[in-house]
């Protein structure tokens, strides 16, 4: 039987099953095995909300989305061009985001009459005997029972041996792309060890699946997908929220300061906490707090005390934290505050991604309370971006709003991490002992109106601060009505000048003028970015610009947008960007709003710039 | 004496700061501020080492007073800020200054983690059984059917008895003292800066603006030797203006008796116990309102009703720490940044 191979540019492969399946593990695998071959890739898990959801069942399916390709890969992908579907739900589940003339490759033995019913398929209907499939690429394999078949020699129950066909389906996709299996063996070895029959089995049924796929004469055709012209170095895979306790630890290193969490569990932040909790021996303080104002009053106390604090939550949380948040500001002590953003208002859309807290983090606290605000634009971003909270909070005294969601929160992608020795030191200092004679104001400020860190132990510097207006420089209560106005213009001010000392704002792509600039922040990156190289290869002058910093804005922010003839400004809200940029340059933006718990697909955004610019 | 880092010893005078106090004249808030002052004198501590953190309150103005690092926070968190104060020195003096509506309404549920926590801190909660500050609305200790400004026909809350609360968070010191017995409520500060673990010290404040006389009955010289009884560790608990009377256990119900003409001897007596828990919660039950009911009225009692060691949540997270290194060695920053897997694109 005569075999090919095809090179294809890029993939998208959805992985679906029950939550039982290992589809998180198969498409772990998988990707891991990819980023060895030097693919650039991006990935998205797509978990059940409810933890245990019943077997079989739509609500139960449990998703891996994997990108991958020879090129530049900034989002997970909009559609499947492969789908594995272990069971009927699976393919219920999906089936909506596969093309015409896309692969399905399905485990028949997860279509039996209880399974159609489970799935919500109507009495006597199998979408794989009605043609509702036709036009897709369809691969049958009973999984289950050729991975039965494959251990009926090994002493494990039927049960133990069902938990391998995921391998099964591992090893089949690795003979389709034409993949070495050594590395999945290694890390199967790694886990397995001290279980040599479960090793076995799982390697068995491995190899089983590559065999299948080599040996059955369905299967003609495997494909190859090369590298991607990636910056040379050393690569990891990293998610979201495991790259913030990357940039929150090596902050703290870097500041020479130990590292305090105060958080409340909330979804989809409390991997934060997780995270941290492992991390001990870096000397990382995790408090897992009552309730979020707690958490975040914990984490004013140890910033206080000196440590580097840090609080995460979610939307809901946030509200929470409003007070103390004003608290810390008018402490002026260095804090970060975490937003994993979801669907809001309320408890709104937990598990779904959403970039609706913008105007919160700005605007949402009693009083005139101006807060620094930056966001994170990627996975690996995220570490970038919590090492950047921590150096303004550190060095503005100033809590600091820091802004992720739920997409990157979970998503994964390569990074070309960097060595401890290439990432710069953050000046935190606390204020010394005074000489004899020597005054304290505790709210003296510098040129940049930063006042001193004093922590209590420190001898000689006994003050008392709190959430009263405060004389400026003694820090004494006062009400006096001309201290309380020019206090408001100095807190202010302080932020502002935090745009002295962040970079200017960069294109991430396009021409310094032309037509259309796409100005985005967040999770929207990667389709941004995706959409503008598409149109300027088509001939469309449009550039991308990104905003890390949105407050204070980039100082050369205004005169960037004056370069371009149109601003568009997507956003997965109700335009939040939008409202800020008209307030604050008094110019026209054309939003382009999905508030449907998902990101913004490519080919959407794509048809809406078009009409624009057309 | 001299001091923890041997210099001149401070007077309770070098603990009071330049502001004017504000508490109203006659305030009881006054008698605690001048006492808290003077046990810190008498303790030798050193002021860089003292943070004192406080909600929003009457009470909570109390930083303002005293010349060590101090938080005036927001209302009802101080105990959640002065957790995370501790966390990161452990090796500080850190006094919770709350009062009824602070502590038991707004800031209800950080007080009773807190205290399971076993955090080493003091907490004073001043106790005047109304709202001062916001000028007169009940407070979750005020008495039932309480006529305020907000509650014109009577309160119908019925009222949180603080060392119950106290002892049914886990509190591992509870005791109870009031404004006008500056003798009494000096020792029990003592006691709270001794405790390892977190201090749960209830104070009788009167407000003589809004709430005067609330306390009236347990404070006057001539009632108060009948309402009151005095807990000392390995004593019989006895009161009564010539200690003729006395409490003993009926199988389980405390019973008022007279030693001059019931028969009994001090040696028949309830012997206080500070560590026996059971013993603490039924004295912490000693709640009548004197004069309402109709039944015996047990005298409300003064002093530590529950004493205990548990360890405290900060060195619990120290010993992980030093535990986590001791396993793992000291974190390294490249092997975090590295992670698990890497490959190298070349």
Redesign the interface.
């Known amino acids: 039987m005569q075999k090919t191979t095809e090179t294809q540019e890029e993939v998208t492969i959805k992985f679906a099953g029950d939550s039982g399946d290992g589809m998180q593990l198969t498409g772990t695998l998988f990707t891991?095995n990819t980023?060895?071959g030097?693919s650039d890739l991006a990935t998205f898990p797509d978990f059940p909300a409810e933890i245990r959801a019943p077997q079989g069942t739509l609500a139960g399916v449990s998703g891996f989305q994997l990108h991958f390709g020879s090129r530049e890969i900034l989002t997970p992908g909009d559609e499947y061009d492969v789908l594995v579907a272990m069971n009927a739900a699976a393919l219920k589940a999906n089936i909506d985001r596969m093309n015409p003339g896309s692969t399905l490759i399905v485990n028949t033995d997860g279509f039996d009459k209880k399974n159609l019913r489970l799935a919500k398929y109507d009495d006597g209907q199998n979408p794989l005997e009605d043609g509702s499939l036709d036009g897709f690429e369809v691969f049958e394999i009973q999984v289950t029972k050729l991975t039965r078949e494959s251990l009926k020699d090994v002493p494990l129950s039927t049960k133990e041996k069902d938990l391998c066909k995921n391998m099964f389906v591992l090893g089949f996709l690795y003979w389709r792309y034409n993949r070495q299996l050594d590395s999945t063996i290694e890390y199967l070895s790694s886990k397995f060890g001290r279980k040599p029959e479960i090793l076995d089995a799982n390697i068995t049924a491995l190899k089983t699946g590559y065999h299948y796929g080599e040996t059955t004469e369905t299967f003609t055709t495997r494909y190859n997908v090369k590298?991607a012209p990636?910056?040379?170095?050393?690569?990891?895979?990293?998610m979201g929220n495991e790259a913030l306790v990357?940039g929150f630890?090596?902050a703290a290193?870097k500041a020479g300061l130990?590292l305090?969490y105060?958080s409340y569990p909330i979804t989809p932040a409390s991997d934060i906490l997780h995270g941290l909790a492992r991390?001990?021996?870096?000397?990382v303080?995790t408090?897992q707090?009552?309730?979020e104002?707690?958490?975040i009053?914990?984490?004013?106390?140890?910033?206080?005390?000196?440590?580097l604090?840090v609080t995460g939550t979610s939307g809901p949380g946030l509200a929470l934290k409003t007070?103390?948040m004003?608290?810390a500001l008018m402490?002026e002590l260095p804090l970060v505050i975490c937003n994993i953003q979801r669907g809001g208002p309320s408890t709104g859309l937990p598990t779904k991604t959403e970039q609706s807290d913008l105007l919160q983090a700005l605007y949402g606290r009693n009083g005139e309370s101006p807060l620094p605000v930056i966001s994170a634009s990627s996975p690996a971003d995220c570490f970038y971006a919590a090492f950047e909270a921590c150096r303004i909070a550190l060095q503005h005294m100033t809590p600091v709003i820091l802004l992720s969601d739920g997409y990157i929160a979970n998503g994964a992608e390569p990074w070309?991490?960097?060595?401890?020795n290439d990432i710069p030191e953050i000046q935190a200092e606390f204020r010394k002992p005074p000489e004899d004679g020597e005054p304290y104001l505790p709210y003296g400020r510098d040129g940049r109106y930063v006042r001193e860190w004093a922590?209590?132990?420190?001898?000689?510097?006994?003050?008392?601060?709190?959430?009263?207006e405060k004389q400026a420089g003694t820090g004494?209560?006062s009400y006096d009505p001309a201290n309380h106005e020019y206090m408001v213009k100095v807190r202010e001010a302080k932020v502002e000048t935090i745009a002295d000392f962040i970079p200017e704002q960069q294109l991430s792509i396009g021409p310094e003028k032309g037509q259309a600039l796409f100005l985005g922040w967040g999770s929207t990156y990667g389709v941004i970015k995706t959409v503008a190289q598409s149109l300027l290869e088509e001939g469309y002058e449009v550039a991308h610009a990104h905003l890390r910093h949105l407050r204070p804005f980039p100082r050369n922010l205004g005169a960037m947008l004056d370069n371009y003839d149109t601003i568009i400004i997507p956003e997965i809200n109700n335009g939040q960007l939008s409202k800020v940029i008209r307030d604050k340059f008094l110019r026209e933006v054309v939003p382009y709003n999905k508030i449907q718990g998902v990101p913004i697909t490519k080919a959407e955004l794509k048809d809406f710039a078009k009409q624009v610019l057309a | 004496m001299s001091t923890t880092n041997g210099t001149i010893p401070l007077a309770a005078k070098d603990f009071a700061t330049d502001q004017d106090v504000r508490w109203c004249p006659g305030c009881g808030d006054y008698s605690i501020l001048k006492q808290v002052q003077t046990v810190f004198a008498e303790l030798g501590l050193d002021r860089d080492q003292v943070a004192i953190i406080s909600g929003i309150g009457c009470s909570s103005r109390f930083p303002y007073y005293l010349e060590t690092y101090g938080m005036h926070s927001i209302h009802g968190r101080a105990p959640a800020v002065a957790s995370g104060l501790k966390l990161a020195n452990p090796d500080l003096h850190v006094w919770v200054i709350t009062g009824d509506g602070d502590g038991l309404s707004i800031g209800g549920n950080h007080l009773l983690h807190l205290l399971r926590r076993n955090f080493n801190v003091n907490v004073l909660l001043f106790n005047n059984q109304i709202y001062g500050l916001t000028k007169g609305q009940y407070s979750p200790t005020s008495e039932e059917y309480k006529i305020t400004k907000s509650t014109p026909m009577g309160s119908l809350d019925h009222p949180v008895n603080p060392l119950a609360f106290a002892l049914g968070s886990e509190g591992t010191f509870i005791a109870r003292a009031m404004d006008r017995d500056p003798k009494h409520l000096k020792e029990m500060i003592h006691r709270c800066h001794n405790h390892q673990g977190t201090s749960f010290l209830e104070i009788y404040q009167n407000c003589n603006i809004f709430n005067d006389g609330a306390f009236f009955s347990f404070t006057d010289k001539e009632t108060k030797p009948e309402t009151t009884i005095f807990l000392e560790h390995g004593q019989p608990l006895r009161f009564g203006k010539n200690r003729e009377k006395g409490i003993r256990l009926d199988c389980f119900r405390p019973q008022i008796v007279d030693l001059e003409n019931d028969g009994y001897s001090p040696g028949d007596l309830w012997i206080h116990d500070e560590t026996d828990i059971c013993k603490a919660h039924m004295l912490a039950r000693f709640f009548d309102a004197p004069g309402r009911q109709q039944k015996m009225v047990l005298p409300r009692p003064f002093g530590v009703l529950y004493a205990a060691e548990r360890p405290c949540y900060e060195d619990l997270l120290y010993d992980q720490l030093k535990q986590a290194v001791g396993q793992k060695g000291e974190g390294r920053l490249d092997e975090l940044l590295a992670g698990s897997t890497t490959w190298e694109i070349s």
């Open positions: 891991d980023a060895l030097g590298a990636l910056e040379k170095g050393a690569y990891r895979n990293v990357i630890i090596t290193r130990p305090f105060g991390y001990k021996h870096f000397d303080r408090f707090a009552e309730d104002i707690a958490a009053c914990s984490a004013i106390g140890a910033a206080y005390g000196g440590n604090a007070e103390a004003g608290l402490l070309k991490f960097p060595k401890s922590i209590p132990g420190t001898k000689g510097l006994a003050h008392r601060i709190g959430g009263l004494e209560v």
